[in-house]
């Protein structure tokens, strides 16, 4: 299982809050990528919301345990789902960037969560996430949050001993930093181009709107 004591959570969250520091206001880099690239999934396949035809894909790297992403899962991720990937317009894959063990077996148990359960569970997670962080028994409080969403003290525990799913997982960052060089989160890729930080509905809407339109 994976070790989810408070001192590597307390470890983690201090080098998170030091990068987070780069993210707190969304960033345009200078590059983009190959959007042929970014399209091969990990081993565990994406999970894919919106239409396929969409003439925009957005790519999220996020961690569970990342404030910004919690906070623009909150809000932008919101309007982006209602205004944009619900009506057809963009597809959107969520990418496993796990900056902490807290993180990756988050992940993992969105994976383990069933059909069409990652999402609910990501959500679950990113909702409540202050909490998860602070608690002394981390271990004991994903259990208890994933008990809502379908798990039993025995799947909960087979799914983190899981080695194929922790795998997936983390190849999943390995190729985001090695290929993409992502080294924060949340970091969005629109169409190839690169955006880091949170990205607010105004932001998106000032992204998107030109992208619709050609």
Same mark, same amino acid.
């Given at each position: 299982?994976?070790?989810?004591?408070?001192?590597?959570?307390?470890?983690?969250?201090?080098?998170?809050?030091?990068?987070?520091?780069?993210?707190?206001?969304?960033?345009?880099?200078?590059?983009?990528?190959?959007?042929?690239?970014?399209?091969?999934?990990?081993?565990?396949?994406?999970?894919?919301?919106?239409?396929?035809?969409?003439?925009?894909?957005?790519?999220?790297?996020?961690?569970?345990?990342?404030?910004? %992403?919690?906070?623009?899962?909150?809000?932008?991720?919101?309007?982006?789902?209602?205004?944009?990937?619900?009506?057809?317009?963009?597809?959107?894959?969520?990418? /496993?960037?796990?900056?902490?063990?807290?993180?990756?077996?988050?992940?993992?148990?969105?994976? %383990?969560?069933?059909?069409?359960?990652?999402?609910?569970?990501?959500?679950?997670?990113?909702?409540?996430?202050?909490?998860?962080?602070?608690?002394?028994?981390?271990?004991?409080?994903?259990?208890?949050?994933?008990?809502?969403?379908?798990?039993?003290?025995?799947?909960?525990?087979? %799914?983190?001993?899981?080695?194929?799913?922790?795998?997936?997982?983390?190849?999943?960052?390995?190729?985001?930093?090695?290929?993409?060089?992502? /080294?924060?989160?949340?970091?969005?890729?629109?169409?190839?181009?690169?955006?880091?930080?949170?990205?607010?509905?105004?932001?998106?809407?000032?992204?998107?709107?030109?992208?619709?339109?050609?």
């Amino acid at each position: 299982m994976l070790k989810l004591d408070r001192r590597t959570l307390l470890g983690a969250a201090a080098a998170l809050a030091s990068s987070s520091l780069l993210t707190a206001n969304a960033q345009q880099a200078a590059e983009t990528v190959s959007v042929e690239d970014l399209a091969a999934a990990g081993p565990l396949g994406d999970k894919i919301l919106g239409s396929a035809t969409a003439p925009v894909t957005i790519y999220e790297y996020a961690s569970l345990t990342c404030p910004h %992403c919690a906070a623009f899962h909150a809000d932008g991720f919101k309007f982006l789902k209602e205004k944009y990937i619900d009506t057809g317009k963009v597809k959107y894959v969520l990418r /496993d960037f796990p900056l902490d063990p807290l993180a990756a077996a988050g992940f993992m148990l969105a994976h %383990c969560a069933g059909e069409g359960k990652y999402y609910p569970m990501v959500d679950l997670i990113f909702a409540q996430q202050r909490s998860l962080m602070q608690t002394d028994k981390p271990v004991d409080a994903l259990l208890a949050l994933s008990r809502q969403a379908g798990f039993t003290q025995e799947s909960f525990q087979a %799914c983190l001993k899981n080695q194929s799913i922790y795998d997936g997982v983390n190849a999943v960052r390995q190729r985001g930093t090695e290929k993409f060089n992502v /080294d924060s989160t949340p970091t969005f890729f629109i169409n190839g181009r690169r955006y880091k930080g949170s990205l607010s509905p105004q932001e998106l809407e000032r992204i998107l709107e030109p992208l619709l339109k050609v």
